[in-house]
């Protein structure tokens, strides 16, 4: 998951990224978590995305 390995590099380095929509922020350690299952999802809903119209179903 390159989004989460960014995320905790800016965050090692002192950067803050906060998502205005998701009111989440890789300084609250219980928003990294939530961030990770929302990285999760996004990138299994773009990969099934890409299955599909790979296929010819989309």
Do not use: C, H, P
Request: net charge neutral; proline share 0%; aromatic share 12%.
């Amino acid at each position: 998951m390159d989004t989460l390995k960014t995320l905790y590099e800016l965050f090692n380095l002192g950067v803050k990224v906060y998502f205005e929509k998701e009111n989440l922020n890789n300084y609250d350690k219980k928003m990294r978590i939530m961030t990770g299952i929302y990285v999760g999802f996004a990138q299994e809903g773009s990969k099934s995305m890409s299955d599909n119209i790979q296929v010819g179903n989309s």
